[in-house]
């Protein structure tokens, strides 16, 4: 399957982006998919997952009640909505099938889609 994240963008702080991970070929198959970022000179960090049976979600703490991440199967897409946004969530998003929050335990990543938060 191949991945495709959207939906970034330049906002101002304290604005609102949804980005979306389309899958491609076939459906989301592992048992989670989850968004990581990166942001310049930094190491990948996890952001949030979901899963697909039962829909449970799990957050970073930095992120943690203005993220949101959803699913839709029919659609065979995950929706990253991003409010109260930060300068530091600044960083290239990319999504990924996986499980946990360790990057490793991920494959299939997307292109990426960049953030931009200003000030």
């Known amino acids: 399957v191949q991945l495709q994240a959207s939906g970034g963008g330049l906002v101002q702080a304290g604005g609102s982006l949804r980005l979306s991970c389309a899958a491609s070929?076939?459906?989301?198959?592992?048992?989670?998919t989850g968004w990581f970022r990166q942001a310049p000179g930094k190491e990948r960090e996890f952001v949030a997952y979901?899963?697909?049976?039962?829909?449970?979600?799990y957050y970073a703490d930095s992120v943690k009640g203005r993220f949101a991440i959803s699913r839709d199967a029919a659609k065979n897409t995950v929706y990253l909505q991003m409010d109260g946004l930060k300068p530091e969530d600044t960083a290239v998003y990319y999504c990924a099938e996986g499980a946990g929050v360790s990057s490793s335990r991920y494959d299939n990543w997307g292109q990426g889609t960049q953030v931009t938060v200003s000030s």
């Open positions: 070929g076939r459906a989301f198959s592992r048992y989670a």
């Open positions: 979901i899963t697909w049976i039962t829909g449970s979600t």
